[in-house]
């Protein structure tokens, strides 16, 4: 049973646009960190 299946690739679309978001501001946080920590020691 196929229950609308355009708002669910928009769902998906939508959810995988905010892991990326999620994602290179985590990468962005690590590596600021990760200088931070280099700088300070």
Same mark, same amino acid.
Not at 7 to 27: D, E, P
């Given at each position: 049973? !196929?229950? %609308?299946? &355009?708002?669910?690739? +928009?769902? +998906? +679309? @939508?959810?995988?646009?905010?892991?990326?978001?999620?994602w290179?501001?985590g990468? %962005? @946080?690590? !590596? *600021?960190? @990760?200088? %931070? &920590? &280099? *700088?300070s020691?």
């Amino acid at each position: 049973m !196929k229950s %609308h299946p &355009k708002s669910l690739t +928009r769902a +998906r +679309r @939508i959810m995988n646009n905010t892991l990326q978001l999620f994602w290179s501001g985590g990468l %962005h @946080i690590a !590596k *600021i960190f @990760i200088l %931070h &920590k &280099k *700088i300070s020691s």
